[in-house]
């Protein structure tokens, strides 16, 4: 994974290598809480200044960040708190550049995993959700 940060907040996350530079303070923190979180021992929130996007997208972002670990939401649910269609929310989860610190992979549909724009498509959302020990909500 490859960590973009400009003027003090991380901006993008991108699986592959996008060509290696020295990590500032704020890229080796967020690498640290990265390491964690894949090694088991972070279970709460990430704790980084990060980038939303303007209007919609940014919203659904600031929603997405509020859902505890482990736990998910329905595209529904986010459109009902934010007050637009349910295929919006899709849009704007599809659109985050962040994922992972930014959890669009809490983000199902009402009757299926619905999603997930990263690499490796569902089974990256469903390993990701697996980490997180919300395996029981996917059956």
């Not at 991108?14 to 500032?24: E, H, I, V």
């Not at 967020?30 to 209007?55: E, I, N, S, V």
């Not at 934010?82 to 962040?98: K, L, S, T, Y």
């Amino acid at each position: 994974m490859t960590l973009t940060e400009v003027d003090g907040v991380i901006t993008r996350l991108s699986w592959g290598d996008l060509g290696a530079s020295d990590p500032d303070h704020l890229l080796a923190e967020a690498t640290r809480q990265l390491a964690d979180y894949f090694a088991g021992r972070r279970r709460a929130a990430f704790d980084l200044p990060l980038a939303f996007l303007p209007g919609l997208t940014g919203a659904v972002q600031q929603a997405m960040v509020a859902i505890p670990f482990g736990e998910t939401r329905t595209y529904g649910d986010l459109s009902k708190a934010i007050g637009v269609p349910a295929q919006a929310i899709g849009q704007a989860c599809g659109a985050n550049p962040i994922p992972i610190l930014i959890p669009c992979h809490r983000i199902l549909s009402a009757s299926s995993l619905g999603g997930f724009s990263a690499p490796g498509g569902v089974e990256t959302k469903v390993a990701l959700l697996k980490r997180e020990g919300a395996a029981s909500l996917l059956i």
